[in-house]
């Protein structure tokens, strides 16, 4: 015989959802169901509405004599089952047409006792989610205790094993608020086994009168039942237990102290700071963070409170509850509970100022092709509303562009950002904006994602003012405070951005290498053709934004020189900028056109450095520029202004540094040049290494995309894999 399964239905005051909750539930795909409603005398028209399903010979009515609150219901409701399984549904939310039957399988197929599924929230009044949609946000997958007590507490997102609800200790206490809490934790102590099953299968109703929507003296409740959780913990539990309890219990401190009415702001900070103190008890304290530092500063504060302290706690509250307090905001009341489950895919946030083909874009986006996406997918923001050149790639990739006006001050660009990051969406916000990487850190820490990464891509500034020189000295100490971990893409860029003595990763800027560890061949002969290029014919190369630090006049001045010697070259300009009219200019002036051509930005990298005999970047300054990795791994010879890092040389025999002028108009640009244009001519003849060659010192130096994106995923605290593509 197949499985009973109870549903439990507690009723109060729903006459507007009953409908659309039992329909829910009666229309499952699996019939073998005992559907209790238990009706907690309700003053509005719920009886009625459940008296008539009573057709079905599945349902059952079970009516309290006094109205004695959910908990009460919820226990009348396991009393009476006699099912094989329980699962518990609100009376005012809905379950997908399959749920009991995707959890009766995998429950028998796994074993499990309890198997735990993820919910997805809708506005009152809005239809219910898309029927039949499921949306893969849990892996299926076997839980151990700690890993349980992370997720949900809700009992309406577990499909429960009835032997386990024959323990008295399995009960809602009665008379309490927010009674999931000690049953989340007290069937996580009880079981056997646990899994995920994928997906989101409940429908949660975001009601403004439901609980979490409270004020008042109801809010306090939840100190009780983490209370009543914690002396669980301290009997059965161990320490990993206790700090996830110490975790979830100081997120809620933020829920209480920011909604609370002013009134019960002094008894709420005493009740919390007492909690407090208990679990710095038991329990291993994380890090701290913006956030906890802010709400530590809040439990510091000397009793009585009263007076000045309360006017400064009430102001802090203020302040606070614009960024933190969700049920603010339509339809994200329930949204910071959904993602403490962890999202499958995991998304993570990077900020860039544009998405173009530039350094540090180039490398995200050989990291975001080398990923498994199924586990992970970046989304980016961008501080543009133009198109970037990789904006459709990512688009197709299934990543999201975010795009925040470029002319707004840091003010609004923080409260643009703190809005938007509380989606609630990402596990993680990485950051590549240097310097100015504090305004979105800022911004997460106030939204309270838990992973905020600074990543430091320039070794050098150019020239800045005395205000620029003040904000660079004091930005190192502000990362400090929001960032949770500090990257960048060498020693040199590490220096600049960050204190001595912080714990910094270097992470190389990883390329696709399998794109450039190819022989000259055909594609090479076919960017040739295209661009009426003659066999013998020298071919210089820059891919680079065409701006004054790229130092392109310099070589066209060289270009300049090449031609004086009747050399037979040609040289290619990849890429678009505000300096490309004033170049065209000089290379008229200089009547260069058959010698100089502007590509624009191009999407074959790959075959351009192919067909190239030597690559130039005279930069003024840079980062870490990953097309000098990309140029080694084509086998390029590489001539590199001396202002760049040493760092970009891998040891391939194939980076030599040369000066460069502050301007043409300097002294020794002349002589500068013609030792640029003699470079030039000497590298055709430069021993290259072989393709093995080149592919062993990217993979011992880290230059990989696969295995740099495996490091960045430990970062973010992803377990993931990139596809074989080097």
Avoid at 577 to 594: C, I
């Amino acid at each position: 015989m197949q499985p009973l399964v109870s549903v439990i239905v507690p009723i109060y005051n729903v006459a507007s959802y009953l409908d659309c909750c039992l329909n829910s539930i009666r229309g499952q795909s699996y019939q073998r169901l005992e559907i209790i409603m238990v009706e907690d005398c309700s003053t509005d028209d719920s009886v009625s509405l459940a008296e008539r399903h009573l057709v079905d010979p599945r349902v059952r009515l079970l009516r309290h004599a006094r109205n004695a609150g959910l908990s009460a219901a919820r226990n009348t409701g396991i009393e009476a089952a006699t099912g094989d399984f329980v699962l518990f549904v609100d009376s005012d939310d809905a379950i997908a047409p399959a749920l009991v039957k995707s959890c009766l399988t995998h429950a028998q197929a796994s074993g499990a006792d309890v198997v735990v599924f993820d919910f997805v929230p809708f506005e009152d009044g809005d239809a219910l989610p898309e029927t039949g949609r499921v949306v893969d946000t849990l892996g299926t997958e076997s839980l151990d205790a700690v890993q349980y007590f992370r997720l949900h507490h809700f009992a309406w997102l577990k499909f429960i094993r009835a032997d386990l609800l024959r323990d008295p200790c399995l009960r809602f206490p009665i008379g309490l608020y927010y009674e999931d809490w000690p049953f989340h934790w007290q069937l996580g102590f009880v079981s056997n086994s646990m899994h995920t099953l994928a997906g989101q299968w409940y429908y949660y109703r975001q009601r403004g009168s439901s609980i979490t929507a409270s004020r008042g003296r109801k809010l306090l409740d939840q100190f009780k039942v983490q209370r009543l959780v914690l002396e669980m913990v301290r009997q059965q539990g161990g320490r990993d237990a206790a700090s996830v309890l110490y975790q979830k219990v100081h997120g809620t401190f933020w829920t209480v102290l920011i909604r609370v009415e002013n009134r019960l702001l002094p008894e709420a900070i005493m009740t919390a700071r007492r909690l407090r103190g208990e679990l710095l008890g038991v329990a291993t304290v994380p890090p701290r963070d913006g956030r906890t530092a802010l709400m530590a500063l809040l439990l510091a504060l000397p009793p009585p409170l009263s007076g000045a302290g309360l006017r400064l706690v009430r102001s802090l509250k203020a302040i606070a509850a614009s960024f933190f307090d969700k049920t603010a905001v339509k339809g994200k009341g329930a949204e910071r509970m959904k993602h403490q489950a962890v999202p499958h895919p995991q998304r993570v946030l990077h900020i860039v100022g544009r998405m173009d083909r530039a350094g540090a874009e180039t490398m995200l986006m050989n990291y975001y092709r080398a990923i498994d996406r199924t586990r992970l997918q970046l989304d980016f923001l961008v501080y543009t509303t133009e198109e970037g050149d990789y904006d459709a790639e990512i688009r197709t990739l299934g990543g999201e562009i975010i795009q925040i006006e470029g002319d707004a001050g840091w003010l609004k660009r923080a409260i643009a950002m703190t809005r938007i990051f509380r989606q609630s969406k990402w596990c993680a916000v990485h950051a590549h904006t240097n310097f100015s990487n504090i305004f979105p850190l800022f911004a997460a820490v106030l939204a309270r994602i838990p992973i905020r990464i600074s990543h430091a891509h320039v070794t050098d500034v150019d020239c800045p003012s005395l205000a620029q020189s003040v904000y660079q000295a004091v930005a190192p100490v502000f990362l400090r405070l929001f960032a949770t971990h500090k990257v960048a893409c060498g020693e040199r860029a590490a220096a600049l951005l960050y204190r001595p003595g912080d714990n910094v990763t270097i992470l190389p800027n990883a390329i696709e290498s399998s794109l450039y560890l190819q022989e000259r061949g055909e594609a090479s002969q076919a960017v040739r053709d295209e661009l009426l290029i003659g066999a013998e014919t020298r071919v210089v190369l820059q891919v680079a934004r065409l701006d004054k630090v790229k130092n392109q006049l310099f070589i066209i001045e060289v270009a300049r020189r090449l031609k004086e010697q009747c050399q037979d070259f040609v040289t290619l300009l990849a890429g678009r900028g505000e300096m490309e009219g004033q170049l065209r200019e000089a290379v008229a002036r200089h009547r260069l056109n058959d010698h100089v051509k502007f590509l624009g930005v191009r999407d074959d990298i790959p075959q351009l450095l192919n067909a190239a005999d030597v690559f130039v970047l005279p930069s003024f300054v840079e980062g870490f520029p990953v097309v000098l990795v990309e140029a080694q791994a084509a086998g390029v010879p590489c001539l590199v202004s001396d202002r760049v890092s040493t760092e970009v040389d891998l040891g391939m025999g194939l980076v030599s540094f040369y000066a460069v002028p502050d301007a043409l108009e300097s002294a020794d640009a002349g002589r500068l040049a013609d030792e640029w244009a003699d470079a030039l001519i000497a590298c055709r003849d430069k021993d290259k290494p072989s393709t093995v060659e080149r592919r062993v010192i990217l993979e011992s130096t880290g230059y990989c995309a696969s295995g740099a994106m495996d490091r960045l995923a430990r970062l973010y605290q992803i377990e993931t894999s990139c596809r074989a593509i080097d």
